[in-house]
């Protein structure tokens, strides 16, 4: 019988600071939802960049389904890799 008292004594605690957490300005989705479009943004350059480019309709379907499918990785990996550099000696 202790049992249910204390378990529901524990559910309304929790609920309750739940609803008092709730009050709490936090930033964390914010910042989140601006890395997120920052990312976004960055991975549609590059989407637009690999269609301008001179690969291959393979190559760039690869490329885009792998930024795609793995935004910062697949950023990463492009800028680092896939882009055509000029040498200038």
Known sequence: MALIN???LVILLL????FVAADVYYVGPTVGGIVGLIVLILDIIAAVEILRSGKSMVEKLLWILFIVFCPIIGLIVYLLCGRARAVDL
């Open 15 to 18: 609920g309750f600071v739940q």
């Open 6 to 8: 204390y378990s529901s």
